[in-house]
């Protein structure tokens, strides 16, 4: 079984009622504001030199080509735990493999987009995935519609959580790395690149967890656990990641999880055969100490964290539509991984 092409992403529901509000994300680089919440700090002692780095209209692949040039190492020296959006303001810690030799006093390095705020000694190199996770600072600008309509979703946002969705910016430009996912393990194309076949992989496999969110919200599940749901640590209920090995969930989420897999067969199969192992997701994120305020009347400021791997774009949706500038560029992530 093939699975009909991919070329547009579905309109997946949101948990709660829309407010019919719009504004406008993104109009300066001031207004989404990221500030990495790290695992651990740099001990002092080690082979890397950890960075804490602000960047200012900066993507992170391109800081890091610019420390690798200044350090006079390879790229594959300078390790970092996530993306970050380059439409923000952005701070992170980059580490670089320098185990001996004098250490370079990289505070000094003058960049217009970035700048190095502090550096120390670690153990270890970072890598993706190291991180608690991101405190964001919003501005919406340009607010219009129902201010009572939003407060209730903020209201309840802050109370319940939201779906927690991989953002558009997993997917590609209009959605287009499901396609090149679906035509890769379908065989249509041949992908070398190492990067952009995980790339794909992830994107694929994102589509078909939504697609488990999604028929949960549409079947009036939302916030409700199914017999033989698997819990995660915080007692909430979690979806597949699509991979090889046994399928832990039971009786009706199987029964749900099984079905979004017969739909989507050959995804699923060309998952498997290309060697991903089967995970599970949080089907919730709940932001930590949100607040918001109205400092004029067409504009709200939100503050909230989130864990690792979760989108701010999934909050903001739940709260009112945005629309971004049209800078004519793929933003890297929005939320953080």
């Known amino acids: ?104 006093d990289l505070t000094q390095l003058q960049h217009p987009e970035f700048k190095v705020l502090g550096q120390s000694r670690h153990v270890k190199k970072l890598r ?36 927690n969705y991989f953002g558009a910016q997993r997917f590609g430009f209009e959605g287009g790395n499901v396609e090149q996912g679906r035509a890769m393990l379908a065989r249509e194309i041949r992908v ?57 969930a039971t009786d009706q989420a199987q029964s749900l999880e099984n079905g979004v897999a017969e739909r989507h067969a050959a995804l699923c199969d060309g998952m498997e055969h290309a060697g991903l192992d089967q995970e599970r997701r949080a089907l919730v994120v709940r932001p930590v100490e949100m607040s918001w305020e109205w400092p004029q009347s067409d504009q709200l400021v939100l503050t909230f964290s989130l864990p690792a791997g979760t989108y701010a774009t999934s909050v903001l949706n739940e709260i009112l539509r945005t629309t971004e500038p049209d800078r004519h560029t793929e933003n890297e992530s929005a939320a953080v991984e």
């Open 1 to 104: 079984m093939t699975d009909a092409p991919y070329t547009t992403l579905p309109q997946w529901p949101g948990a709660y009622p829309a407010s019919g509000a719009c504004a406008t994300l993104k109009l300066l680089n001031e207004d989404f504001v990221v500030t990495e919440l790290p695992l651990q700090l740099p001990s002092g002692g080690g082979e890397h030199i950890w960075l804490d780095i602000q960047k200012n209209g900066a993507n992170t692949a391109f800081v890091a080509q610019q420390l690798a040039e200044a350090a006079s190492v390879q790229e594959r020296d300078v390790g970092y735990a996530g993306l970050k959006d380059r439409h923000a303001i952005t701070r992170q810690w980059f580490s670089i493999y320098l185990p001996s030799g004098e250490t370079p």
């Open 192 to 248: 070398r690149n190492p990067k952009k076949k995980g790339i794909y992989l992830s994107a694929v496999r994102s589509f078909v967890f939504n697609e488990v969110l999604a028929l949960r919200i549409r079947q009036g599940l939302w916030g409700k656990a199914l017999p033989g749901d698997v819990m995660d640590e915080s007692g909430l209920p979690t979806g597949p990641l699509w991979g090889r090995g046994r399928v832990i």
């Open 128 to 163: 993706p995935g190291d991180l608690q996770g991101n405190r964001f600072r919003i501005v919406l600008r340009d607010v219009t519609g129902d201010r009572d309509a939003i407060e209730a979703n903020l209201e309840a946002v802050a109370s319940l959580g939201v779906p």
